[in-house]
Protein backbone atom coordinates (compact mmCIF):
# COMPACT_ATOMS: atom_id res chain seq x y z
CA UNK A 1 0.00 0.00 0.00
CA UNK A 2 1.39 3.86 -0.77
CA UNK A 3 2.31 5.78 2.11
CA UNK A 4 0.96 8.31 3.21
CA UNK A 5 2.38 11.44 5.45
CA UNK A 6 0.24 13.40 8.07
CA UNK A 7 1.70 15.94 10.63
CA UNK A 8 1.98 14.29 13.94
CA UNK A 9 0.14 16.69 16.26
CA UNK A 10 -2.75 19.91 15.52
CA UNK A 11 -4.13 21.95 17.66
CA UNK A 12 -7.83 23.34 17.21
CA UNK A 13 -10.46 25.83 19.35
CA UNK A 14 -14.06 23.81 20.02
CA UNK A 15 -16.37 25.01 17.45
CA UNK A 16 -13.58 26.23 15.03
CA UNK A 17 -13.45 24.14 11.92
CA UNK A 18 -10.78 21.66 11.13
CA UNK A 19 -8.53 20.80 8.52
CA UNK A 20 -6.47 17.68 8.52
CA UNK A 21 -3.81 17.36 5.45
CA UNK A 22 -2.79 14.23 4.16
CA UNK A 23 -0.19 13.73 1.51
CA UNK A 24 -0.22 10.53 -0.43
CA UNK A 25 2.30 11.54 -3.35
CA UNK A 26 2.36 7.67 -4.71
CA UNK A 27 -1.18 6.86 -4.82
CA UNK A 28 -2.04 4.64 -7.46
CA UNK A 29 -5.43 4.68 -9.25
CA UNK A 30 -7.08 2.04 -7.31
CA UNK A 31 -6.16 3.14 -3.97
CA UNK A 32 -9.17 4.08 -2.03
CA UNK A 33 -7.91 6.86 0.85
CA UNK A 34 -10.38 6.37 4.35
CA UNK A 35 -10.04 8.23 7.02
CA UNK A 36 -10.35 6.61 10.88
CA UNK A 37 -9.77 8.35 14.31
CA UNK A 38 -9.06 6.56 17.26
CA UNK A 39 -10.04 8.41 20.64
CA UNK A 40 -8.15 7.72 23.49
CA UNK A 41 -8.30 4.30 25.06
CA UNK A 42 -10.69 3.24 22.41
CA UNK A 43 -10.44 0.86 19.09
CA UNK A 44 -10.37 2.99 15.83
CA UNK A 45 -13.97 3.90 14.35
CA UNK A 46 -14.69 4.48 10.68
CA UNK A 47 -14.67 8.74 9.55
CA UNK A 48 -14.98 8.53 5.93
CA UNK A 49 -13.67 7.28 2.81
CA UNK A 50 -13.50 8.31 -0.69
CA UNK A 51 -12.02 8.10 -4.32
CA UNK A 52 -12.01 10.62 -6.30
CA UNK A 53 -15.01 13.13 -5.95
CA UNK A 54 -14.95 15.08 -2.50
CA UNK A 55 -17.49 13.30 0.35
CA UNK A 56 -19.66 14.51 3.16
CA UNK A 57 -21.23 12.47 5.98
CA UNK A 58 -22.67 13.36 9.15
CA UNK A 59 -19.05 13.40 10.79
CA UNK A 60 -17.34 14.94 8.38
CA UNK A 61 -16.19 15.98 4.56
CA UNK A 62 -13.17 14.71 2.64
CA UNK A 63 -11.93 17.24 0.13
CA UNK A 64 -9.79 15.12 -2.47
CA UNK A 65 -6.75 17.12 -4.84
CA UNK A 66 -7.57 16.82 -8.34
CA UNK A 67 -4.09 15.00 -8.73
CA UNK A 68 -5.08 12.81 -5.89
CA UNK A 69 -1.35 13.35 -4.39
CA UNK A 70 -3.25 14.71 -1.33
CA UNK A 71 -6.42 14.97 1.32
CA UNK A 72 -8.25 17.06 3.58
CA UNK A 73 -10.59 15.86 6.22
CA UNK A 74 -12.40 18.65 7.38
CA UNK A 75 -14.30 18.38 10.65
CA UNK A 76 -17.00 21.70 10.46
CA UNK A 77 -16.86 22.40 14.34
CA UNK A 78 -14.36 20.65 16.64
CA UNK A 79 -15.72 19.32 20.12
CA UNK A 80 -13.91 18.47 22.46
CA UNK A 81 -14.92 14.69 21.74
CA UNK A 82 -13.38 15.38 18.37
CA UNK A 83 -9.96 15.12 20.73
CA UNK A 84 -8.47 11.70 19.05
CA UNK A 85 -5.75 10.31 16.99
CA UNK A 86 -6.68 10.75 12.97
CA UNK A 87 -5.95 8.24 10.10
CA UNK A 88 -4.90 8.68 6.76
CA UNK A 89 -4.80 5.33 4.98
CA UNK A 90 -4.55 3.90 1.63
CA UNK A 91 -6.06 0.95 1.01
CA UNK A 92 -6.04 -0.68 -3.01
CA UNK A 93 -9.41 -1.35 -3.93
CA UNK A 94 -12.72 -1.26 -2.10
CA UNK A 95 -12.21 -4.62 -0.53
CA UNK A 96 -12.71 -5.06 3.04
CA UNK A 97 -10.56 -8.64 2.99
CA UNK A 98 -8.05 -6.36 3.28
CA UNK A 99 -6.61 -5.14 6.29
CA UNK A 100 -5.70 -1.57 7.01
CA UNK A 101 -2.71 -0.40 7.56
CA UNK A 102 -2.31 2.59 10.35
CA UNK A 103 0.41 5.16 10.18
CA UNK A 104 1.44 7.30 12.54
CA UNK A 105 -1.88 9.77 12.62
CA UNK A 106 -2.36 13.29 13.59
CA UNK A 107 -2.93 13.56 17.19
CA UNK A 108 -5.85 16.55 17.72
CA UNK A 109 -6.21 18.18 20.55
CA UNK A 110 -8.85 20.42 21.19
CA UNK A 111 -9.01 23.54 23.56
CA UNK A 112 -12.51 24.70 25.06
CA UNK B 1 -23.10 0.87 12.78
CA UNK B 2 -22.02 -2.81 13.44
CA UNK B 3 -20.68 -3.67 16.56
CA UNK B 4 -17.70 -5.53 17.25
CA UNK B 5 -16.70 -6.73 21.29
CA UNK B 6 -13.93 -7.88 22.92
CA UNK B 7 -13.17 -10.01 25.91
CA UNK B 8 -11.92 -9.04 28.55
CA UNK B 9 -11.21 -5.63 28.16
CA UNK B 10 -8.30 -5.90 30.32
CA UNK B 11 -6.24 -8.69 32.18
CA UNK B 12 -3.54 -8.82 34.12
CA UNK B 13 -1.64 -12.22 34.31
CA UNK B 14 1.88 -13.63 35.88
CA UNK B 15 4.68 -14.32 33.09
CA UNK B 16 4.71 -17.29 31.59
CA UNK B 17 0.60 -18.27 31.65
CA UNK B 18 -1.19 -18.06 29.05
CA UNK B 19 -4.03 -15.22 28.09
CA UNK B 20 -6.67 -15.84 25.59
CA UNK B 21 -8.62 -12.44 23.66
CA UNK B 22 -12.05 -13.40 22.47
CA UNK B 23 -13.73 -10.64 19.48
CA UNK B 24 -16.88 -10.97 18.33
CA UNK B 25 -19.13 -9.61 15.69
CA UNK B 26 -22.51 -9.03 17.84
CA UNK B 27 -25.12 -8.08 15.20
CA UNK B 28 -23.37 -8.86 11.97
CA UNK B 29 -21.14 -12.23 10.23
CA UNK B 30 -17.48 -12.01 9.46
CA UNK B 31 -15.20 -14.34 7.47
CA UNK B 32 -12.29 -12.03 8.01
CA UNK B 33 -11.32 -10.55 11.10
CA UNK B 34 -7.90 -8.94 11.84
CA UNK B 35 -5.40 -8.63 14.91
CA UNK B 36 -3.86 -5.66 15.49
CA UNK B 37 -1.25 -4.39 18.27
CA UNK B 38 -0.62 -0.94 19.81
CA UNK B 39 2.40 -0.01 22.24
CA UNK B 40 2.02 3.01 24.27
CA UNK B 41 2.33 6.23 22.54
CA UNK B 42 2.01 4.27 18.96
CA UNK B 43 0.52 3.21 16.37
CA UNK B 44 -1.61 0.17 15.26
CA UNK B 45 0.06 -3.06 14.10
CA UNK B 46 -1.09 -5.07 12.35
CA UNK B 47 -0.38 -8.83 13.33
CA UNK B 48 -2.59 -11.61 12.02
CA UNK B 49 -5.11 -11.75 9.53
CA UNK B 50 -7.82 -14.24 10.82
CA UNK B 51 -10.10 -16.10 8.19
CA UNK B 52 -13.35 -18.45 9.07
CA UNK B 53 -12.61 -21.85 8.92
CA UNK B 54 -8.60 -21.59 7.69
CA UNK B 55 -5.50 -20.91 9.48
CA UNK B 56 -4.74 -17.05 9.86
CA UNK B 57 -2.32 -15.06 8.11
CA UNK B 58 0.67 -13.73 10.26
CA UNK B 59 2.33 -10.44 9.12
CA UNK B 60 6.55 -10.97 8.87
CA UNK B 61 7.99 -10.71 12.57
CA UNK B 62 4.68 -12.33 14.44
CA UNK B 63 5.39 -15.36 15.70
CA UNK B 64 2.39 -17.66 15.35
CA UNK B 65 3.35 -20.13 17.94
CA UNK B 66 3.16 -17.43 20.72
CA UNK B 67 0.06 -15.51 19.09
CA UNK B 68 -2.85 -18.55 18.57
CA UNK B 69 -5.35 -17.28 16.37
CA UNK B 70 -8.30 -19.22 15.88
CA UNK B 71 -11.44 -18.25 14.10
CA UNK B 72 -14.11 -20.99 14.08
CA UNK B 73 -16.69 -19.26 13.51
CA UNK B 74 -18.29 -16.16 11.87
CA UNK B 75 -18.38 -14.31 14.20
CA UNK B 76 -15.97 -15.28 16.95
CA UNK B 77 -12.24 -14.81 16.52
CA UNK B 78 -9.83 -15.44 19.80
CA UNK B 79 -6.39 -14.62 20.10
CA UNK B 80 -4.36 -16.63 22.30
CA UNK B 81 -0.93 -15.39 23.63
CA UNK B 82 1.15 -18.00 25.20
CA UNK B 83 3.51 -18.11 27.83
CA UNK B 84 2.79 -14.50 27.98
CA UNK B 85 6.21 -12.24 29.05
CA UNK B 86 6.06 -8.66 30.08
CA UNK B 87 6.98 -7.21 26.40
CA UNK B 88 3.90 -8.49 25.35
CA UNK B 89 2.11 -6.02 27.38
CA UNK B 90 0.18 -4.62 25.13
CA UNK B 91 -3.23 -3.23 23.53
CA UNK B 92 -4.85 -5.66 21.72
CA UNK B 93 -7.18 -4.87 19.02
CA UNK B 94 -9.50 -6.59 16.30
CA UNK B 95 -11.70 -6.02 13.72
CA UNK B 96 -13.78 -7.26 11.64
CA UNK B 97 -15.35 -7.18 7.91
CA UNK B 98 -18.88 -7.11 7.56
CA UNK B 99 -19.66 -9.03 4.79
CA UNK B 100 -22.10 -8.89 1.87
CA UNK B 101 -21.79 -4.61 2.62
CA UNK B 102 -21.94 -1.73 -0.22
CA UNK B 103 -18.85 -0.53 1.53
CA UNK B 104 -16.23 -3.00 2.91
CA UNK B 105 -16.06 -0.92 6.51
CA UNK B 106 -14.02 -2.22 8.72
CA UNK B 107 -15.51 -2.39 12.55
CA UNK B 108 -12.75 -2.41 15.30
CA UNK B 109 -13.53 -3.23 18.85
CA UNK B 110 -12.16 -1.61 22.04
CA UNK B 111 -9.31 -3.14 22.62
CA UNK B 112 -7.87 -5.40 25.53
CA UNK B 113 -5.29 -3.86 27.39
CA UNK B 114 -3.10 -7.20 28.92
CA UNK B 115 -0.26 -6.45 31.39
CA UNK B 116 2.15 -8.78 32.05
CA UNK B 117 3.70 -8.82 35.27
Known amino acids: DAKTTQPNSMESNEEEPVHLPCNHS???????IHWYRQLPSQGPEYVIH???SNVNNRMASLAIAEDRKSSTLILHRATLRDAAVYYC?????????????FGKGTRLSVIA | GAVVSQHPSWVICKSGTSVKIECRSL??????MFWYRQFPKQSLMLMAT?????????EQGVEKDKFLINHASLTLSTLTVTSAHPEDSSFYIC?????????????FGPGTRLTVL
Open chain 2, 95 to 107: SAHASGRSYNEQF
Open chain 1, 26 to 32: TISGTDY
Open chain 1, 50 to 52: GLT
Open chain 1, 89 to 101: ILRVSNSGNTPLV
Open chain 2, 27 to 32: DFQATT
Open chain 2, 50 to 58: SNEGSKATY
